[in-house]
Each structure stands twice: as structure tokens, then as C-alpha cells.
């Protein structure tokens, strides 16, 4: 394919990523080394606020960004190197942590924290997600002709179904003296609290991410035994393999670039994990990498965003990702060229 | 041939694959079954500690509002009937149809006319109907059930607009995404340069960043986009915060990078020599594309398209950012009713907003779960 | 208010695209094609209502009105003509100049104003408020008649109340916390800390929360957490409020636009039962423990000074007496004719107070406080750090704030 065939076809799909992607990403990385500040200038002035029957007015001491003759806030942005990296790190302060062994001093920085939940959340489903998903495609695939439609339709419900209000569907079940909690009260004849500690919360995280994501999993997979070579089937089973070995040395290898494919997914979505941390409001126990940037972008009542510091925690973030995703990088790559 | 003999399984093994199929259809369903239980009573049976109470409605029944015997038998027959419409019947007719259009047309038109016919008959011929039988037999309703949150949804908080949102965007999205993304993905299936491979893998990357970064970044662009774009455009530069082209654009963009991935592989099991053949007959690159493998290439289309038609509908954080009050989609929308000060009753008209909101997603996947199959089985995914 | 932010990847915009026709129950005819954009709760609504019947007017209520807020309004021309604010979010709008002084509209067209509704800053008036909110005590008085027990007017009575309630076994857990990591637990502590006569921040911009009234403050919560159901960091004021419906709870310290909610009979099972008083003091002759609030008007500056003239006079037809006889349960309304009734009694109670309490204290620094104390404060409810340890991190978390802001 010659090269301007090629970079007409390919385009208008680069030009979006470029506009939308690309140069926000820029954007984000040159912050992460800036600061933009406004200039500010310390005021003394009387606000009057109302009462119920008459004001209050008091004197307050207060900085007030100083505005230019357009009315414009007058800023300044000054390079800072390492320093916004360095402020959502803390590495003196997790390097002492570190060094006294002190797990809970680590954990009780933010980032760190993030880190440690954003991982073990990532590592932790993605086997599930893989097995769970592949238990169902097989067991599908075992069920008679009849019930599959409407199997595969309910598995399917998790999936397509708007994930902040999946999220919340859960939640209710479980919140306070939520249906499901009643139930495991009465089961285990004891009083329970879901949202009062933060394993289960991380529990119900866990929970409700590989049931949504297991219906994505068994689909691709369901899919691929479909295409399953019966003729090597049949030789194994007369060379007299057992079922296990049949499913070991066959069928997952075949699904093996599937299996690939749902882990580099899921990997990539557990990694940004968001919408749990906001369904099941567990701020208080646990956050994750992308609901701090998230939470250094959230202007409070006075306008502030620490934007410095919600570019640099992004960045790690990306770095983060791509450390995960080199295995597997590594093997497209050699693919690639190997199919060259 | 011992095949099929040995194929055929013990009675153990049969047992456990079925209860854990039964179990895993009980876990995929209960949560949503209970929301639309939920979304069905007054709010004091809604949130009631008793599961019974929640399902019964006792409050709901002395409200006045529930079903008879005969209602939930006939109910229960309709929507049997009707998912076997959708699920056998509609891919057949749309397999029938003649070679005029696209299948993804005839599908739309399809789905739309099912959705249609069934609002119109379960909602508009059957209370009426159910009503006088009832009345005349004089039976009691036995389940709590009332229809007024979904009234205060759709009527009276005007949520078909937010409907009508969501679908411009949905379609926009889907639409562009495919165009779009068709062309690269057959572009980067058929080269095989570094730059190609560069390409992908960059996308891989794009892929995996976290979306609040971006969106931030956004805002203020769009807001002032009017001052940004007026030396390029003159007076007429629009404003871009609040129209829904802006987000159909930025949402593309976010999922471009899925999309080339899944038609790619998709295109990668096309034959190459098939549009070789077409080269070596004097088509363009384009004309190939266009008359060889556009014809063959549906099944994954429709199975991208639909991963497209689900990002769409359900983006939240992008929605909600860059869209006002206007131009507002479903679920942003149903958000705002959790926000607000909340009271229980708009706690239980958000859950009603919430069930709204899942039907279509519902329907979608009842007509095309055998294409979603069967594209996926035909080669949109090979890792 | 940024609870209902991070409630959010979750949240946003009740719609109301309201363009009208001009109504018979407005005064005016208006002419220009105006705008708002407003939180999006009972009040706003019922006062964007009825600036929609004077004509070519669109209400935008939205739950990310904060965010929208500061850029909407410094476009050239501003997307919106009238903006709805609370003493919390008028802060960076104010800081931007991006709103204008009302002082001649208010002399033109404000002759109906009370000078109480009028929000001077330096002199200058820059907003009109509306309404006032407050958290102050909510209780079941059946509850303390059976039990003959006295209404609370410090924390130490509700602890003694507390005690004695859940001793009776009349309900589990006798007290509600609007206590969710984020937004609402720094307010909690802010309520505490001033009750304490604590202040957050020096003249010079360096925090002052590691103090005695932090650690007295973090102290008398930590000891009101006992009678809580133990999920009190997720609880956000919706779930207190349903704990009262539902008959779950005796005593909550809760905002006043609550209150009607009690009363609401389709969801409430305590019709009747709760009353409110007074916000309970921290120490003796101290004020209440909380923070006054209000919530009003303001106009943009990016627009024709017929705009803003047009503008005005809706927004002072959407706040005027016939607005409030008709809504007057929304709110603790400023405006004249409105009639309090038995719930408004502990907002009022409460605003009246000798010492009052102060009004939520709003300034970039505030700001920065707050997100440094719903961060933090958790890590001492779910016992990881010490009351000293929490307060330092806080400190340390605000400097580092306050530095990138520009602040230090």
C-alpha cells in the first residue's frame, strides 16, 4: 500500500486521536513541570453577610488574586521541576516509611495508598475475570441448544448495563440494612456493617468489577470455542486424554490469544478503576490512581484546582500503565515481527 | 467412532456445569431484577428492611395501584412472546430483507419498529384491556405496583428529551466511529509497515489513559472555543461547550482506539487476495475496499459498532462536563437526581430514570446477542 | 459545596429548559434573551420557576454548577446572565471579577430588598441572598418525652441523651452524622472546631488547626461516633435524613433545608415527631457548633448593561414575596412574607443565637482547608492516626496547597 493511500485511509483516524488525545497528553505533561500561579495580594475588607434578622458584618484578612485593567487575573507560571512529582510522591517521607519497615506509614500517603488499592484491585480481579468468564463460556458451551440464547442474553446484563448505575444497584443491596446484608446478618447471626470498614468495601469493589467484566470475558471466549478444531479433539480423546487434559492442552491453548486479548482490556480498566470508587463512595478507606488525579482536578468552593499536582499524579499514572502492559507490548512486538 | 460417546458427559459434570450456570444467571440478574422491583413502589416499600414488603408493596397496594392475578399472567405471556420475537424472529426477517440497503440500516429499522410495536402494545393496549377484565371479574391486585415515578420521569421531570439527547449522541458516535474507524482499521490490516505497527501500539497506549485527565483539560477550551476559533472562522465561531457535536467528537476520539484495534483484527481474516484480486482487475485501494470488502465486512462492523453504541450511551464523565442542561443525555441526567437535595421520592424516581435507562440496552442485546456471537466468532477478536 | 461533587462521577444536571411565555404573574415584561445557571435543589427551583413566567428565560439547574461556574462566566460574553451562589461558591467569582457590584440596580429596582438580603464586600454589594441554611438539632420529641429527658443544648447533653436513649433500647443507634469522607465530614469538623472557638488559618496564611480546639474538636467526635451506626463515613445528609424517615435514629444535627422532609408524609414515618432547636454548643459560652450559610443571586459581568438591567429585575421577580407565599416550606426564607413554621424554629433559634455562630468563612484559603480536611479526617475515624497525627497532615496537606495556589 503506498504511503498516501495509506495516510488517507488512516486520517481522519489519527486526526481525532491527535486533537482529542494527543495534545491534551502534551498539555498535561508540560504542566506537570510548571506551576501556574495567580499573582495574589492580601486584602483587609468588611463583608456584610446576612442573618436571620440582621447582618453580620465582620473584617477579613484574605489573599485575592490581583486582576490587570481588562479585569483578567494576572498569573504567573514559573518551572518547577521534579516539584509537583515530588509533592504527590512525598519520597522523604515514604523513604523513612520504607526504611523502618513501617507499612502503615507508607499507606497513610495518598499516592501510595492509591497505588497500593489500584494494584492489588488490578492483580486480583484479572485472574478472576479469566476464570470466571471462561467457567461460564464453557459451561454455555456444555448447556443444551435450547437455554443458550437466554443464558448468554441474562450473562450478557452485567455487562451492557450503564456501570455507574450497576454500581449503584449493588450498593443498595448492601447499604446500611440493605436486602443482601439483612440476609448474611440473619445467615451469620451476627450484626454486620458492609460500609463501615475497608476490606468489605475492597471485597464488594472486587465484587461488583468481575461481575461486570466476566460477561465481557465469556462472550469473546464462548466465541472462540466455537471455532474449536473437533478433528483435534477427536484425535486426543482417542489418543485417550481426559476431559482436563483435553481442556489443558487444547481448548486453552486455542483461546490463548483471546485470553491475551481480555487480560490487556481488563488490565487497562482495572488500572483506571473510578466509577467503584464513587458508586461505593469509599473514599474514606480506600482510593485509587485515577480518582486522586481526579480528585487534585475537583475545583473546591473557592475555585482551586491543584492542577500541577493532578498532571504529575496523572503522569505516574501512564507510567504505571505502560510498566504493566511491556509484557505484553514485548509480545506483540514480536509478532509483529515475526509475521513480517 | 467413539466421538461422540466419549463426548458425551458424566451426570456429575452435567449437574455442577448447570447449578453454577443457574447460579451465575441468579448473580447477573438479581441486581437489576431489584432495581426494577424497586422502581415500581412507593418509596416507603422501596426502601423497606423486608424483602417480601419490597416485592409486594404493601404500602403501594393500600395506595390503590397494583396487579391481579390476571395481570401478571398476561404481563408474563406478552414479554415471553415478545423476547421470542426479538430473539428468532427479527434476525430472520432482517436476513430475509432484500440487498437494497446496508444491514446495519435494515437493523435499525428493524429494532426501532420492535421497540415501537411493543411500547405501543404493552404500555398503550394492554392496561386498558387488563382494566376492564379486572373490573369486571372484581378481582383484588395481589403485588403493590405503581407507574408514578415513571410518570414523573417521563412526563412531568421531560426525560424524553434527555432520551432524545442520548440517541443524537448514540448515533452520532456510532455512525462516526464506524466511518472512520472502518477505513483506518483496513488501512492498518493491509500495510505492513513499522509505521502501522507504531500506530497500533501508540493507540494501545492512547487506550489506556486514564479519561479524567482529558476531560479536564476540555472545558475551558470549549467554553471559549467562540475566542479561540474566531481568527480561523470569523464571527461565526461557535461555541463548543454545550453541543452535542463537540462530545460526539470527543467521544469518537476517546474510543478510536478500540475501534481500529477490533476492525483491524476483523479485517485481518479477510482474505488478503481478495481485494488483491480486485487490484490487479484496475480497482483503487478505495474502489476495493468499497466493492470487495465493504460487502463481507458487516458482522464485525456490527459487533464494533455495538461495543461503540455502549460507550456512547453510558459515558458519564465526558457527558456530564461538557454538555448544559439542554443538550443533556440520560445518564448525567439521572445523576442530577441523586444530587440534588435529595428526598427518598427522588431517590426511587432516579432508580425508575436508572430502569429507563437500561431498556433500550436491554432490547439491544436481546436482537443482536447471536450477531455479537457470531461477529466475535467470525474474527473481530484474534488477540 | 464539593459533596456533591465527588458524589459525582456521579452527578449533575436537573434540567430545566424553561423558555416560556411571558405570565400573568410576573410584573414586568421582559424582552432580552436571558439565562441562569444555579444549583439545582427545591429552592432554586421554585425561585427559577417564577423567573421564568416574566418571558425568554432558560433556567439551567445543574449539580456541577460549581465547576461550570468560574469558566461560564469569565467567556466574553459571559454563557449565563444571572448566577445562583452560596457564601461558599461566590469565592471564585468574586476573585475573577467575572460578577459585577449591584449597587445601582439594587438603588434603581431593589426598593422590596430588606438590607439584610444585601451581601456587601467592601462595601460594594455583590450579591442578594435569598435564603439561609444551617446544620442545628433535629430530635424525635416523642422520643425525649417518654423518656423525659431535656432538649440538648450542648454536646455533652446529647452524649448524656444519647446514653439514654440507647440504654432504653427505644432505638440502635440514637445519633445521625452527615459524617462522609469528603465535603461533609470537614464541614462536621468545621461546625466542632468553631464551636471550639478554633480559627483555621493565621493572618498570614498558615494553618492553625493543630490546636487545642482541633484535637477537643476531633475528641467530642470521635466520642459522638459511638452512637452511630458504625457506617458513618459513607452517611452524606440524604442517608440522615432517610434515618429520621425511617425511624432509625433519635437526634441528628442537620441542615435546616431538611427539615420539611420530615414532615413529608409519602416517605416519612415520623410525620409529626421530629422538631428542631438550636445547634448544641461545644463549650460553655461558646456559640453553636456550626456555620451560618446563604445562598443568592449574582450577575455577570461579561454582559450589556441592558442585559444586566434586564437581568436583574427577573432574578428580583423570581425572589419576591409571591415566590415565597407560594414555596414557603422550600427554605428559611430572607425575604418578606415569609411565615416560619414549627420546623424553622431551630434555624432560627440557631441564627439568633448570642454569640452566633459565624457564617461559613469563604476564601481561597477556606477552600484549601476544606479539601485538606475531608481528605484527611478519615484516617482518625477509622483509628489509622491519632488526633495529632491527623491534624498535622492536614497542616501539611494545606501548605502544600497553599503554596501551589500562590497563596505562600
Not at chain 3, 461546625?191 to 478554633?198: A, E, I, K, P, W
Request: with cysteine; proline share 5%.
Amino acid at each position: 500500500m503506498k504511503f498516501r493511500t495509506f495516510a488517507a485511509f488512516v486520517g481522519p483516524s489519527i486526526f481525532l486521536m491527535l486533537l482529542f488525545i494527543a495534545a491534551p497528553l502534551v498539555s498535561v505533561f508540560t504542566q506537570s513541570f510548571y506551576l501556574t500561579q495567580p499573582v495574589v495580594e492580601i486584602v483587609s475588607e468588611e463583608v456584610c453577610t446576612p442573618g436571620f434578622l440582621r447582618q453580620t458584618c465582620t473584617t477579613e484578612t484574605r489573599s485575592q488574586p490581583v486582576l490587570d485593567e481588562d479585569g483578567r487575573v494576572v498569573r504567573e507560571t514559573t518551572f518547577v521541576g521534579l516539584q509537583s512529582y515530588r509533592n504527590v510522591l512525598e519520597p522523604q517521607r515514604a523513604w523513612e516509611a520504607v526504611s523502618n519497615f513501617d507499612i502503615g506509614g507508607l499507606l497513610a500517603i495518598d499516592f501510595w495508598k492509591a497505588l497500593r488499592f489500584t494494584l492489588t484491585f488490578t492483580l486480583i480481579t484479572l485472574p478472576l475475570v479469566i476464570g470466571v468468564g471462561l467457567a461460564i463460556a464453557l459451561a454455555v458451551n456444555n448447556a443444551a441448544k435450547m437455554v443458550r440464547g437466554p443464558v448468554i442474553f441474562v450473562s450478557l446484563l452485567p455487562f451492557i448495563i450503564t456501570p455507574v448505575i450497576g454500581a449503584l444497584s449493588i450498593r443498595w443491596l448492601f447499604v446500611g440494612d440493605g436486602i443482601l446484608t439483612r440476609a448474611l446478618e440473619w445467615y451469620l447471626e451476627r450484626d454486620i456493617a458492609m460500609f463501615a470498614q475497608g476490606w468489605t468495601i475492597e471485597i464488594l469493589m472486587l465484587f461488583y468489577r468481575v461481575w461486570h467484566v466476566a460477561p465481557f470475558a465469556f462472550v469473546i471466549f464462548y466465541a472462540g470455542l466455537q471455532t474449536v478444531n473437533t478433528d483435534t479433539v477427536e484425535a486426543a480423546i482417542i489418543d485417550g486424554a481426559s476431559r482436563w487434559q483435553r481442556l489443558w492442552y487444547i481448548i486453552v491453548p486455542h483461546l490463548m490469544p483471546l485470553i491475551v486479548f481480555v487480560a490487556l482490556i481488563h488490565l487497562m480498566d482495572a488500572y483506571r478503576v473510578f466509577e467503584e470508587i464513587v458508586g461505593f463512595s469509599s473514599q474514606a478507606h480506600v482510593i485509587s490512581l485515577q480518582w486522586l488525579t481526579y480528585d487534585f482536578l475537583q475545583p473546591d468552593d473557592s475555585g482551586n484546582r491543584a492542577v500541577s499536582r493532578a498532571s504529575a499524579s496523572a503522569m505516574l499514572t501512564m507510567i504505571g500503565i505502560v510498566i504493566l502492559l511491556i509484557p505484553l507490548l514485548r509480545k506483540t512486538w514480536r509478532d509483529h515481527r515475526g509475521t513480517r | 467412532m467413539s466421538g461422540p460417546k466419549a463426548l458425551r458427559q458424566p451426570l456429575a459434570l452435567r449437574v455442577a456445569s448447570g447449578s453454577f450456570l443457574a447460579f451465575w444467571c441468579l448473580l447477573a440478574a438479581f441486581p437489576i431484577f431489584w432495581i426494577a422491583v424497586m422502581s415500581f413502589k412507593a418509596p416507603v416499600d422501596a426502601f423497606a428492611g423486608n424483602p417480601l414488603d419490597v416485592i409486594l408493596g404493601p404500602m403501594t397496594r393500600a395506595g390503590g395501584d397494583g396487579l391481579t392475578l390476571i395481570d401478571i399472567v398476561v404481563g408474563v405471556a406478552v414479554l415471553y412472546g415478545a423476547v421470542q420475537v426479538a430473539m428468532r424472529s427479527l434476525p430472520k426477517l432482517v436476513a430475509i430483507d432484500a440487498p437494497w440497503s446496508n444491514p446495519v440500516f435494515r437493523w435499525l429499522v428493524a429494532s426501532a419498529a420492535f421497540a415501537i410495536g411493543f411500547v405501543l402494545v404493552f404500555f398503550g393496549l394492554l392496561p386498558p384491556i387488563l382494566n376492564a377484565v379486572n373490573g369486571a371479574l372484581g378481582l383484588e391486585p395481589v403485588i403493590g405496583l405503581t407507574t408514578v415515578h415513571y410518570q414523573a420521569v417521563w412526563v412531568d421531570n421531560e426525560f424524553w428529551r434527555n432520551f432524545v439527547n442520548s440517541l443524537i449522541v448514540t448515533v452520532g458516535v456510532v455512525t462516526v466511529s464506524l466511518t472512520v474507524g472502518t477505513l483506518a482499521g483496513y488501512a492498518l490490516a493491509r500495510s505492513g509497515s513499522q509505521l502501522a505497527f507504531w500506530i497500533l501500539i501508540i493507540a494501545l497506549i492512547f487506550r489506556a489513559l486514564p479519561h479524567s485527565v482529558l476531560v479536564a483539560g476540555y472545558l475551558p477550551v470549549f467554553v471559549n472555543s467562540a475566542a479561540i476559533l474566531e481568527p480561523i472562522l470569523g464571527e461565526n465561531a461557535p461555541t463548543l461547550y454545550g453541543q452535542p457535536l463537540a462530545v460526539i467528537a470527543v467521544l469518537v476520539s476517546i474510543n478510536q482506539p478500540f475501534t481500529i484495534w477490533m476492525l483491524r483484527s476483523f479485517f485481518m481474516s479477510i482474505p488478503a487476495e481478495l481485494d488483491e484480486a480486485a487490484r490487479v482487475d484496475g480497482c483503487t485501494h478505495f474502489q476495493a475496499f468499497r466493492w470487495v470488502i465493504m460487502p463481507v465486512m458487516w458482522p464485525g462492523v456490527i459487533t464494533t459498532g455495538l461495543f461503540s453504541f455502549l460507550l456512547a450511551y453510558n459515558d458519564f464523565l465526558v457527558t456530564s462536563l461538557l454538555l448544559d442542561a439542554s443538550n443533556q443525555t440520560m445518564v448525567p441526567a439521572i445523576a442530577g437526581y441523586f444530587n440534588r437535595e435529595t428526598t427518598t421520592t427522588d431517590q426511587v424516581e432516579a432508580v425508575a430514570a436508572a430502569v429507563s435507562i437500561t431498556a433500550p440496552l436491554f432490547l439491544l442485546v436481546m436482537i443482536f446477542q447471536r450477531q455479537i456471537v457470531s461477529g466475535l466468532t467470525a474474527g473481530a477478536v484474534k488477540g | 459545596m464539593k459533596k456533591l461533587l465527588l458524589a459525582s462521577a456521579v452527578s449533575i444536571g436537573a434540567i430545566m429548559a424553561a423558555s416560556t411565555t411571558a405570565h400573568a404573574d410576573c410584573a414586568i415584561q421582559n424582552d432580552v434573551e436571558l439565562s441562569s445557571l444555579t444549583a439545582g435543589f427545591e429552592a432554586w427551583k421554585s425561585v427559577t420557576d417564577a423567573m421564568a413566567e416574566c418571558g425568554n428565560f432558560s433556567a439551567e439547574l445543574d449539580q456541577e454548577f460549581r465547576t461550570k461556574q468560574p469558566a461560564a462566566f469569565a467567556a466574553d460574553p459571559s454563557l449565563y446572565h444571572i448566577g445562583g451562589v452560596s457564601n461558599g461558591t461566590v469565592t471564585p467569582l468574586l476573585n475573577e471579577g467575572t460578577i459585577r457590584p449591584l449597587d445601582d440596580l439594587v438603588a434603581a429596582y431593589g426598593q422590596d430588598l430588606s438590607p439584610n438580603q444585601l451581601i456587601r464586600i467592601d462595601g460594594q454589594i455583590m450579591a442578594v441572598a435569598m435564603m439561609v441554611n444551617t446544620q442545628h438539632l433535629m430530635y424525635r420529641h416523642d422520643i425525649f418525652d417518654d423518656l423525659g429527658l431535656d432538649i440538648p443544648t450542648t454536646w455533652d447533653e446529647v452524649i448524656v441523651a444519647a446514653e439514654a436513649i440507647q440504654e432504653a433500647g427505644v432505638v440502635e443507634y440514637p445519633l445521625g452524622g452527615t459524617m462522609k469522607a469528603g465535603w461533609n465530614i470537614a464541614q462536621d469538623f468545621n461546625n466542632m472546631f468553631l464551636g471550639f472557638d478554633g480559627s483555621f488559618v493565621n493572618d498570614d496564611g498558615t494553618p492553625s488547626v493543630n490546636t487545642d480546639a482541633g484535637v477537643n474538636a476531633l475528641e467530642m467526635m470521635a466520642r459522638l461516633t459511638e452512637f452511630m451506626d458504625p457506617e458513618y463515613l459513607v452517611s452524606d445528609s440524604t442517608y440522615v435524613q432517610q434515618q429520621f424517615q425511617q425511624g432509625t435514629i433519635a437526634m441528628a444535627n442537620l441542615w435546616a433545608s431538611r427539615a420539611a422532609a420530615m414532615d413529608n408524609a409519602d416517605e416519612s414515618q415520623v410525620v409529626g415527631l421530629v422538631n428542631t432547636a438550636s445547634a448544641p454548643i461545644a463549650m460553655d459560652g461558646g456559640a453553636p457548633a456550626t456555620t451560618l450559610w446563604w445562598d443568592g443571586i449574582v450577575i455577570a459581568s461579561n454582559i450589556t448593561d441592558e442585559e444586566a438591567e434586564a437581568a436583574f429585575q427577573v432574578a428580583l421577580e423570581g425572589i419576591d414575596t409571591d415566590m415565597v407565599t407560594e414555596n414557603n416550606e422550600d427554605a428559611i426564607w430572607l425575604i418578606s412574607g415569609y411565615e416560619p413554621n414549627r420546623l424553622a424554629e431551630g434555624a432560627i433559634a440557631t441564627a439568633t443565637a448570642d454569640p452566633a455562630p459565624q457564617s461559613y468563612p469563604s476564601s481561597t484559603e477556606m477552600g484549601l482547608m476544606h479539601t485538606a480536611l475531608g481528605n484527611q479526617l478519615p484516617a482518625f475515624f477509622t483509628g489509622e492516626l491519632s488526633a495529632e497525627e491527623t491534624l498535622e497532615a492536614i497542616e501539611a496537606e494545606y501548605l502544600t496547597a497553599a503554596e501551589e495556589a500562590g497563596i505562600l
